[in-house]
C-alpha cells in the first residue's frame, strides 16, 4: 500500500466518523457539544490565519462574530433577508471592520497590538449596548435580539432539529481547514509567515508584509463573521455580552495557543481538548465548582506556555508521524 | 458649576487610585519590557487579602498594610521567579517576548477563578467600616474621605517608589536593567533578581490599591478586570514605564468617569475612554511622558 495513503487513513476515517456521528449520538446534550466544539475549532482556524501564520496576537475577534450576528439578525428580523445572504453581507461588513482596525494597528509591536484589539473589541462592545437605534437598524442595546423561529427550513437558517446544525457546521468547518491548507501552501502564506518571524528580512527581500497581514485580517475577519451568523440562527438569541464579549476573543485565542497557532491542526486539536474540559465541568461542576473550567485552561495554557511553547499539535504530530513510519515501514518489509 | 467642580474633584482622587494601580503594571513593563496582563487579578489578590486581614485581626482597613506589602512582594516575587523567568531564559534574544502576555493571561483566569472558587462570587465589604460613606462637606461640595485616603496613598506611594529608583542600590540596578538588560549583566547585575524585584514592587503597589479601595469598594473575584484593561489604558496614556505619567493617566480617566455622566448616558463614558485610548496608541504611542525607544 502506498506510504502517503496510509498516513492520510486515519484522518479519511476521523472525517468519516464525523459525518455519521449525528446517527449514534442522539442526545440532544451531546450533539450541543459537538457543535460548540466544531464552531470554536472553525472559530479558532479563521483566528489563526491572522493570529497564527501572521504571528501577531489579536485579542478582539469577538467583535467579528458580533458583527456577523448583529447583521444577518437585523436584515432578517427587519427586512425579512435571508440569513444566508445576511451571513454574506455580514462577512463583507466584518472585513471591511478587520480592514479598518488592521490598517492602524499592524504598525504596532507585539503588546501594543494585543492591547489595542482589546480596546477596539470592547469599544464597539460597550457602543452596541448603548445603542437602541444605529440609524434604521434597531439593536436594542443590552437587552440584544431575540429571532422568533417561525419557520423553520433551510432557506430560513432555521431547524428544530440540532442535526442539520450539526452538519452546517461541519460543512463550514471542513472549508476553512481548506482554505487555511490552500494559505499555508500558497505565496500568502510563506508571506504571513516570513513577515511574522523576521519583518526586517522579509521587507528586505521584497515583501509587502502590511499588505499580506491585512489581506489575512480581511480573510480572517470575514471567515469569523460566519460563525456570529451560525451563532445567532443556532441560539435565536444574541445579545452584545453573548456574541461580543472578551471572554469569547480569549477563548478563541487560548485554544489556538493550547492546541499550537500557525499550524492546522492546532486549532482543531486546541478546540478537541479544551471545549469538552469546558462543557463537562460546566454540566457536573456548573454549580459546585464555578469556573473550573478557566482554572483548568489556565493552568494548561501556562503549562504548554513554559514545556511546549509551539502548541501541543508538535509533540502529537512527532508520535502520528512515528507511529505512521513504524506501519507503513513494517508494511513494506512485509511486501 | 459647582458640581462639575465636584465631581472634578472625586474624579482625580478616584483617578489617583486607578493611577496607583496603574503605577505597578508600568513599574515592571518599564524593567521588563512585558505587560502583565494579570495585573488587574494582583489587585483583586491585595483586596481580598486586605479584607480577611481586617476582618481577622480587627485592624483599621489601613493598617492592613503591614500584612498586603510585605505578602504581595511576595506573592509577586515567587511568580516572576517560577512562572517567567524560564521564558525570559528560553527567549534571551527576544526584547519583548510575547509568551509572556500569554502566560500572565493564564494567570488572570486561574487567579480569578480561584477566587470565585474559594470566596464565592458575593459582594464583600469589611463590615463595621469606619470610613464607609464618609465625607468632607465644604459649603455644598462632598468629598469622599477614603477616596482623598486613596489619593495621599498615590502620591507618598509614587515618592517612594521614586526615591527607591533615584537613591538606592538596588534602585539603580533597575534602572540600569531597564535601560539596556544585557550592559547590565555585564556590570554584574543578576538581572533575573531584578526581574523578581521589580515583579515584587509592582504587585506590592497593585496591593496598595487594593487597600485604598477595600474601605470603600465592594471586593468580588471579577474586580481585577474592571480595573485590569483601566490599567493598560492608564499606562499607554502616560507612557509606558513612567510613574508620573501613570498617575496622570489615572487622573484623566477618572475625571472623565466622574464628570462625563453630567452630560451623557454613564456608559457612554466607557467607550471615550476606550476612544481616547485608540487616538493615543495612534498618534502618541509613547503616550504623554513615555520614552519613544520603549514602545
Known sequence: MNPSLVRKLPLVIAAAAALVLPFVVTSPTYLHILILLYLYAYLTTSWNIVGGFAGVLPLGHATFVGIGAYTSTVLSLQYGISPWIGMLVGALLSSLVGVLIGLPTFKMRGAYFALATIAFAEGIRVMVENIDYLGPFQLNGPRGLQIPPLKTGLASFMFATKEPYYYIILVMLAGVIALTYAISRSKLGYYLVAGGEEPEAAQALGINVARAKLIAMAMSSFLTAFAGTFWAQFTLYIHPKSVMSLDISFEIAFIALIGGRGSIAGPLLGALLLRPVSDFSRIYFGDKLPGLHLIIFGVVLILVMLYQPRGLQEPLTRIYNRAMDRMCGGREAAA | ?295
Open chain 2, 1 to 295: 458649576m459647582l458640581f462639575i467642580i465636584e465631581d472634578t474633584i472625586n474624579g482625580i482622587l478616584m483617578g489617583s487610585i486607578y493611577g496607583l494601580a496603574a503605577l505597578g503594571l508600568t513599574l515592571i513593563f518599564g524593567v521588563l519590557k512585558v505587560i502583565n496582563f494579570a495585573h488587574g487579578s494582583m489587585l483583586m489578590v491585595g483586596m481580598y487579602v486586605a479584607y480577611w486581614a481586617a476582618l481577622l485581626t480587627g485592624l483599621h482597613p489601613y493598617l492592613t498594610l503591614v500584612i498586603v506589602v510585605p505578602a504581595m512582594f511576595l506573592f509577586g516575587y515567587l511568580l516572576q521567579d517560577v512562572l517567567i523567568k524560564p521564558i525570559f531564559k528560553a527567549e534571551k534574544d527576544v526584547r519583548e517576548p510575547i509568551t509572556v502576555i500569554i502566560v500572565t493571561t493564564g494567570l488572570w483566569y486561574i487567579l480569578d477563578n480561584l477566587s470565585l472558587l474559594i470566596f464565592g462570587p458575593q459582594y464583600r465589604t469589611i463590615p463595621d467600616n469606619p470610613l464607609r460613606g464618609k465625607m468632607l462637606e465644604f459649603g455644598d461640595m462632598m468629598i469622599s474621605v477614603p477616596k482623598l485616603w486613596g489619593f495621599c496613598a498615590a502620591i507618598v506611594t509614587a515618592l517612594m517608589v521614586y526615591a527607591f529608583l533615584q537613591k538606592t542600590r538596588m534602585g539603580r540596578a533597575v534602572r540600569a536593567t531597564s535601560l539596556d538588560r544585557d550592559a547590565a549583566s555585564l556590570q554584574g547585575i543578576n538581572q533575573y533578581k531584578i526581574y523578581n524585584v521589580a515583579f515584587g514592587i509592582g504587585t506590592a503597589v497593585a496591593g496598595v490599591a487594593g487597600v485604598a479601595l477595600v474601605p470603600f469598594y465592594n471586593i468580588f473575584p471579577s474586580v481585577g478586570v474592571l480595573f485590569d484593561i483601566k490599567c493598560f489604558i492608564i499606562v499607554v496614556l502616560g507612557g509606558l514605564g513612567s510613574i508620573g505619567g501613570a498617575l496622570l493617566g489615572g487622573m484623566i480617566v477618572g475625571v472623565i468617569e466622574s464628570v462625563g455622566p453630567q452630560f451623557m448616558t454613564a456608559t457612554w463614558t466607557e467607550a471615550i475612554v476606550y476612544g481616547l485610548f485608540l487616538v493615543f496608541l495612534f498618534l502618541k504611542p509613547s503616550g504623554l511622558f513615555g520614552v519613544k525607544y520603549d514602545w
